[in-house]
């Protein structure tokens, strides 16, 4: 597609299973970022992948947080035993020559 | 290491007046910068950039210029509209190291009133 996907645009968990959060990048966008968003909050860095180099997992909150990036393309941010305070609004961005193209993101919320 | 420090909200104008929103930065070298705008209820946006000193970027009325002297890249808009009303957050992506991931201002929110 044409902008960075990201599915499901809308989740609603109960407190304690896990969830995958999908992000579809912009094809030949070597950098990609997770980041969170409260409510009239910034911005949360939670990972960072360029290229064939080791992540930056510097941001994740805590160990029930994951996230991979198969063949330099699709990423999938894991949060296992989700709690209340992981809802917010998870965005993915893909970039090239560091200016970052966000996606709509997921809203998670968990009851 | 490096940070973007741009100035706290709420900021609050009427329509048609001067803006200005403050960033500084510190960095090593030669950052690429860029202002990013987040409207109600949507997602990140990039605004406007420039990779280099004296560039100025601009876009939808607004500009802002790669100041190395002062370490600044301040957004400006000579006549604000109330569709203006938006969260900015200006950024820099490192020009040297091996991590180059983009560092964030905590974002200004702006409000323009008819």
């Known amino acids: 597609g044409a902008g960075v996907s990201q599915s499901p645009s809308n989740k609603v968990t109960e407190k304690g299973k896990d969830v995958e959060l999908r992000c579809d990048p912009i094809s030949g966008h070597t950098a990609l970022y997770w980041y969170r968003q409260s409510l009239g909050q910034g911005l949360e860095f939670l990972i960072y992948f360029q290229g064939n180099s080791a992540p930056d997992k510097s941001g994740l909150p805590s160990d029930r947080f994951s996230a991979e990036r198969t063949g330099g393309s699709v990423s999938t941010l894991t949060i296992q035993r989700t709690q209340q305070e992981d809802s917010a609004v998870y965005l993915c961005?893909?970039?090239?020559?560091?200016?970052?193209?966000f996606g709509q993101g997921t809203r998670l919320t968990v009851v | 290491g490096d940070s973007v420090t741009q100035m706290e909200g709420p900021v609050t104008l009427s329509e048609e007046a001067f803006l200005t929103i403050n960033c500084t930065y510190t960095?090593?070298?030669?950052?690429?910068l860029f202002w990013y705008v987040q409207y109600p209820g949507e997602g990140l946006q990039l605004l406007l950039k420039a990779t280099k000193a004296d560039d100025k970027g601009s876009n939808k009325g607004f500009e802002a210029t790669y100041r190395k002297e002062t370490t600044s890249f301040h957004l400006e808009k000579g006549s604000v509209q109330v569709s203006d009303s938006a969260v900015y957050f200006c950024a820099l992506s490192p020009s040297a190291g091996n991590n180059r991931k983009l560092i964030w201002g905590l974002g200004t929110s702006l409000a323009v009133n008819p």
């Open positions: 960095a090593t070298g030669y950052p690429s």
């Open positions: 961005a893909s970039s090239v020559k560091g200016a970052a193209f």
